[in-house]
Structure formats: structure tokens, C-alpha cells
């Protein structure tokens, strides 16, 4: 299977469904599952409450994308023009050496939160002395995660106050390993189970109980080099520099990641508030707010490296529910979480050197004129616009 879809734009709607249809090896009628209404009132009335409609988003695929040795069609469901263009013409680029991605342990944390907690130090003591037996009796709760070689794998304990209006407060962290799940469930359920036992180890109360966003253990790596001329090398590893210097400029170079990352996530049925929030707490841990991918000019080549936490699911929780994800990943191959995240990961490293090329060369207005045109002709086969002047646009 190539992803390269060369002259893919200018194709009919029609056509290009045909062509995905073979490259993907789908059977006949697969697209119907991105048509108008796929999504049916019964379903969506079952997803969330007070439900009076379904509402759709585009469809689309990002092409030429090559991803740890495998050629990659990536879906991606998004209402900003020249998303999709700017994906595709960054995968071309980066194609000669491809995307590489390395990925942690897909580990989660649970929070437990105990308040009035008369000694702190005694409590986490306790706690710290207990961890062992706590991780057993929450893998008790999950024998299923356990058959799938995950499941609770550590306890961590730390304290947060020591007095003040909640008293002292500790927060014990589950360590979860949630294999192909994105885990909210699974987690929230233990941490539950947990709490009055590791409140009474404590010397407290028990008050929150649920998963952190922050996934710091479970993020990927994406890294590319890409063969460009010195000066244009110059310029984006300068902008990357002035997104290291500056939270205002980090928080627009990172939302240019994420345009490429949530496109991938929303057409494959993820929780993409909880990539969000994590991807962005992750960005300041240090205390200052960072760029998530940075470039360098190494002499030869521009190289660019993205870190990101990403809790995808490709099983459980509302993946396959809908009609369309259940298409998405089977565009993208993807049958674990760790490859669905290197996808959306590696989508948004696209995005954002797509980005920082037109920025830091012709500007990105250029871009803007051309979708302004693409908006008034809906119909019209013209290339679309991309975030970098494109050589050929997919
Ligand atoms: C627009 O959706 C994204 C950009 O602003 C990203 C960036 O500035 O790097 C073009």
C-alpha cells in the first residue's frame, strides 16, 4: 500500500473513494460510513444525553505519509482549511528518511486525593510501607487488563500541603498500564476502590478520585530530517528558537501541532480534550510554557523532534461507536494505541513544520488568500491552499 496520492486533489470526491478503497484494501460501501446521516439518531442518542441532531465535520486524508517503515493514509476530520494540504505536503517532504516514532509504556495516572491529614509524613509513610499490597489489590479489580499484560503497576505518593484550608494533603498516584485503552474508565474504577483504604493508611479523608490528564507516562516521540536548502533551514530552527524564548509564540507554534494531532484524534473517535489539556500541561511542567516539537539545522539537514503525552484507545470507550472512526482506523491500519498515537503524533509534527516553513518564509497570508478563494468556489478542484508554498500540492 503506497500513501502516495499523487494528483489526490484534483481527483472527484467519487474517484478518490475508489482510490482509497483499493489502497486500503476496503470492501465496496466502506465510505458510507462518512456519509451524510452514517451516524444515525439512535446511536447519538445513546452517546450523550438531550441529543437533537448529529452535527459532521469534514473527512478527509492526509497523504504521503511514512511512518516507522509502513506507508500511512491518515484520517483526519477538521473544519480549518489547508489543514490537510499542509499535513500532506510535510509528509512528501520528510518522506525520503520518513517519520520515525518512539513510544513509553502506555502508563497512566490515577489521583487519590486525601485532605486533613493530621501528619503528613507519617501518612506517606504509611502509604509509601502499603504501596505493594495497595498495587495488588487493585490488580484484583482488573483481571481482564491483567490477561492483557497490563494493568496496576506502581504507587507513587506525594505530599501537596502540609496545612492550610484542606489541612495536610497528600495525593497517592496509581501507575496504571492500559494497554490498547485509553483508560479514563479503568482508572477512575480503581481509584475508586482504592480510596477509603489508602485514606485510613493515610490519617485522612478521602476526597478525589480520578485519572490526571497529564500523561507524562504515556507520551510518544516523533523525529524527522528533512533535506532543505541552508536558508530555509535557518529560519524554521529560528523559529523554533523564538517559541523556546517565548510562551506567547510556544502557545500559537503548539496549537499549529495541534491542528495536525486533533484532526487525527476526532476522526478516530478520541477523547481529544484529555490529549489537549495533557498536551498543553505537559508543555509547561517545567514552569515554563514550551514548544512541544523543536527544530534544529544540523548542517546537513533540518531535524525536528516532538514530544507529546497522548492517551489514545483503540479499544473500549466510545471508539466504536461511531461509524466513522471505525473507517478512520481502518484507513490508518491502526490496531493498537501506540500506532494510532504515533499517527496523531506524527500528524502533528507535519502540521507544524508545514507551519513554520510558510511563517518563516513567504508568510502565511499567502495561504489565507487562496482558502478565501477555496470558500467562495466549494465545488472546484483547485489545489487547495497549504501552510507552505507548495512544490506540488499532495
Ligand atoms: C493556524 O491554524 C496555525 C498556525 O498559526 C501555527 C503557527 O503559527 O505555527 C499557522
Known amino acids: 500500500m503506497s500513501s502516495r496520492l499523487s494528483g489526490f486533489y484534483r481527483l472527484g470526491l467519487a474517484e478518490r473513494r475508489r482510490r482509497l478503497l483499493v489502497a486500503a484494501d476496503l470492501p465496496e460501501g466502506a465510505f458510507a460510513a462518512v456519509d451524510p446521516g452514517a451516524l444515525s439518531l439512535d446511536v447519538a442518542d445513546g452517546m450523550i444525553e438531550n441529543v437533537v441532531g448529529t452535527y459532521a465535520l469534514p473527512f478527509a486524508i ?3 505519509f511514512h511512518i516507522d517503515g509502513t506507508d500511512v493514509l491518515v484520517p483526519m476530520a477538521i473544519e480549518e482549511p489547508s489543514v490537510v494540504a499542509a499535513a500532506s505536503n510535510a509528509a512528501r517532504m520528510a518522506r525520503p528518511a520518513g517519520f520515525t516514532t518512539v513510544h513509553s509504556a502506555p502508563i497512566m495516572v490515577g489521583q487519590i486525593q486525601v485532605t486533613n491529614v493530621v501528619d503528613v509524613d507519617a501518612g506517606a509513610a ?25 494493568g496496576p503497576v506502581g504507587l507513587e505518593v506525594r505530599v501537596l500541603a502540609r496545612d492550610g484550608a484542606d489541612g495536610g494533603v497528600i495525593v497517592a498516584h496509581l501507575l496504571v498500564d492500559c494497554r490498547d485503552a485509553m483508560g479514563a474508565n479503568t482508572v477512575n474504577t480503581l481509584c475508586e476502590a482504592l480510596a477509603d483504604r489508602v485514606a485510613a493508611l493515610a490519617g485522612g479523608r478521602a476526597g478525589l478520585r480520578i485519572l490526571s490528564n497529564l500523561t507524562d507516562g504515556r507520551t510518544v516521540t516523533v523525529r524527522c530530517r528533512i533535506a532543505e536548502e541552508p536558508a530555509v533551514r535557518a529560519v524554521i530552527a529560528a523559529a523554533s528558537r523564538f ?26 473517535g478520541q477523547d481529544w480534550r484529555a490529549v489537549e489539556a495533557g498536551a498543553h500541561a505537559y508543555a509547561a511542567r517545567t514552569g515554563l510554557y514550551r514548544p512541544l516539537a523543536v527544530w534544529r539545522d544540523d548542517g546537513e539537514a533540518l531535524v525536528g523532534e516532538l514530544v507529546i503525552p497522548l492517551a489514545v484507545g483503540t479499544v473500549g470507550g466510545s471508539v466504536h461507536a461511531h461509524p466513522g472512526s471505525r473507517l478512520a482506523l481502518a484507513l490508518c491500519g491502526a490496531k493498537t494505541a501506540e500506532r494510532l498515537a504515533a499517527i496523531a503524533a506524527t500528524a502533528g509534527l507535519a502540521t507544524n513544520l508545514a507551519a513554520l516553513r510558510a511563517l518563516a518564509t513567504e508568510g502565511i497570508q499567502r495561504g489565507h488568500m487562496a482558502l478565501h478563494a477555496r470558500k467562495q468556489t466549494p465545488d472546484s478542484h483547485r489545489p487547495p491552499a497549504a501552510q507552505l508554498p507548495p512544490k506540488e500540492s499532495t
Open 62 to 64: 492526509a497523504a504521503n
Open 126 to 150: 504509611a502509604l509509601r510501607d502499603a504501596a505493594g499490597s495497595l498495587v495488588e489489590a487493585a490488580r484484583a479489580v482488573v483481571p481482564r487488563l491483567i490477561e492483557r499484560g497490563g
Open 243 to 268: 517559541a523556546e524564548l517565548d510562551p506567547y509564540r510556544a502557545a500559537t507554534h503548539n496549537k499549529g501541532i495541534m491542528n495536525g494531532v486533533d484532526a487525527v484524534l476526532v476522526a478516530t
